[in-house]
């Protein structure tokens, strides 16, 4: 699709392109909604085969963040900026710094509608770049006023996600002994996997990236899966933490798990498949409620001033909201991410009619 008809598509409030012509790369910022508060979401730096789908991407993934906020109950509507380049440049590199200074301006002349942070190739270090030239930005290191990178908190509330998950799919949330598939093993997938193994599941770890999968593996006394084989895989639960999509039309008939709840966004290709893992008899922790770790860490120490213990118990609380996605789904006879949608929409709607 050409950007119009994107954009036209779209039930978002503002979109931003710019195009960054030292470095031949595209600049997209989409502020979904800001009836609970700035829109805030990371800044994902990456490749894409064409312009539209980076834009594509922006666009779906602010608007998962709005229900990533309201069913998180954070002061922050959701948005997302996405930096298209023909290569990522390298970390500490003179040009990957003027990039994200160049970005920064671009998040600055908002105002304050877009409050970026850390995503896809991106973390406190960039965050600490961009603070130069706006205050519009959460994830700095400790040391230039931020809370640092927010990926443990998000491993940790996914933990708490598949606890809940498992505990409704198999009456029990104890993980001794089930077999947990993760695919991706970056800042969260890992740490989610240590946790994991702590708590005695079976482990099945999946990267592009072999090398990183067989080390972790090594480390954890789990077993390797082939990338291109994680769909067909038998297991207790998938768990995605790579990139969106992954569960389609094409790919939920091959799925051989329970149950699903993973740290990646936009885990849906279309809603229509949430209904499709319904009548597959796959439970399905939605994403945007699995993985609000990350912002919830982001909001609570930047934003609101909690303490450790507050921001402890705000994570556990992830696997109850989780569990009241299932019992909403159950009553209304729908699937799980419908409920975890109405749930979203339901506080939004709450927010505007104040």
Aim: net charge negative; with cysteine.
């Amino acid at each position: 699709m050409a950007f119009e008809e994107l954009i036209e598509a779209w039930d978002g409030e503002e979109v931003v392109v710019h195009r960054d012509a030292p470095t031949s790369s595209w600049m997209f910022i989409g502020v979904h909604s800001t009836v609970l508060g700035p829109a805030m979401g990371g800044a994902r730096l990456t490749s894409y085969g064409r312009p539209a789908d980076a834009l594509d991407d922006v666009l779906r993934l602010a608007e998962a963040m709005t229900w990533k906020q309201a069913a998180a109950d954070l002061p922050y509507g959701g948005g997302k900026a996405v930096i298209a380049v023909p290569e990522v440049p390298a970390h500490g590199s003179d040009g990957r710094r003027a990039l994200l200074l160049r970005y920064a301006d671009l998040v600055e002349s908002l105002g304050g509608t877009y409050v970026t942070a850390a995503d896809m190739n991106t973390g406190e270090a960039d965050m600490d770049a961009i603070g130069e030239r706006t205050s519009h930005v959460l994830g700095r290191s400790s040391t230039n006023g931020g809370s640092g990178d927010p990926g443990a908190a998000t491993a940790i509330g996914v933990f708490h996600g598949v606890r809940a998950t498992v505990s409704r799919a198999f009456g029990s949330d104890d993980l001794e002994g089930r077999s947990v598939l993760v695919q991706g093993l970056g800042s969260v997938g890992s740490r989610l996997a240590g946790h994991l193994h702590e708590a005695g599941a079976t482990l099945l770890l999946a990267d592009l990236e072999a090398e990183r999968a067989v080390t972790l593996a090594d480390e954890l006394g789990a077993k390797v899966v082939n990338a291109s084989d994680v769909i067909g895989t038998e297991c207790d639960v998938f768990s995605p933490c790579a990139t969106g999509k992954a569960l389609s039309e094409e790919t939920i008939p091959q799925l051989r798990c329970r149950a699903i709840a993973g740290a990646a966004n936009n885990q849906l290709a279309t809603p229509e498949d949430g209904d499709r893992l319904r009548a597959a008899g796959i439970l399905f922790a939605p994403d945007f409620v699995v993985n609000a770790g990350g912002v919830i860490h982001l909001a609570g120490y930047e934003t609101l001033g909690w303490d450790d213990a507050t921001m402890i118990r705000r994570l556990e609380a992830i696997g109850d909201t989780v569990l009241d996605v299932f019992d909403t789904a159950g009553r209304a006879g729908i699937s799980t991410a419908a409920a975890a949608d109405r749930m979203a929409r339901a506080r939004i709607s709450a927010a505007r009619g104040a």
